[in-house]
């Protein structure tokens, strides 16, 4: 499995991330997770598309393009054929960029995105297919157009580089207090843009931060968990396995193993990491 994360244009850092290709000539067939991480994400297989469990439809075929929206659950896949596929990761204030009004309600879902806009993802299926034979152009063209169709808030920008920036610990009281906006003013406005409450973002990023520090470091598990912004390491390991299913040493033992061999954690690991491999 090959999993690499690469830079966008300077002009439109505001409302893209990165972009990001994961292959995989020869699958095992174990159902692989991904941990959420506060981002929604426009996809295109280049390939036969991977089956994918959800709460909504249980496990079915993903759709050649799709806009996968914000989790709060992991998101999990069955791949047993050979797999490329492309990934364009939106800025958390610019989720609302394809799905608009019905942002919140697609949280935990992955998308077809015919049915958000048909037209824009028959023109992304070609400028993917472009890029992958070596010019990346028409994409950019493309995402370019669009990012002029969607102005972003400001307040909720700088709340998400606030909590961002924090790795979870920024209390959302003293974020909306920096708003300058009501309180519920900004639980509104921020859902609308994000497509999740500031404290469900605030969580995510916790757990990123979390989850980083147990791949890259050593660090006591009672001492990394104050460190991280939880109560105690009780708070933590509830937290982990709520999302995860394992505890703090758990998942800190199979994401070391993972550098040695094709584990369920594999797929896990490349996203936390921002790469595949040792």
Known sequence: MDYRQYPV????????ACLWRLSDSSPKGIVQTIYPDGYCELIVHLRTPPQYWDAVDGWHQQSATL????????VKLSISQPLDCLGIRLQ???SAMLAGRVLPKLRD??????????????????????LAEGSDAALWRLMARRVATHGLDERIEKAVARISASHGTARVDATVRASGMSTRSFQTRFRACVGLTPKEFTRLMRLQATLRALDE????ISELAIDQ??????????????VTGLTPAKLRTELRRDRNGETAMRLAAAFIRGYSGA
């Open 92 to 94: 958390p204030a610019a």
């Open 217 to 220: 470091t050593d660090a006591v």
């Open 109 to 130: 879902r992955i998308v077809d995105l015919v049915s958000l806009d048909a037209g824009f993802s028959k023109s992304l299926r070609a400028a993917v297919r472009a």
């Open 229 to 242: 912004g939880f109560a105690d390491q009780a708070h933590a390991t509830r937290d982990l396995r709520r």
């Open 9 to 16: 244009p300077d002009e439109l850092r505001r409302h893209i």
């Open 67 to 74: 806009f996968a929206a914000q989790h709060v659950t992991a």
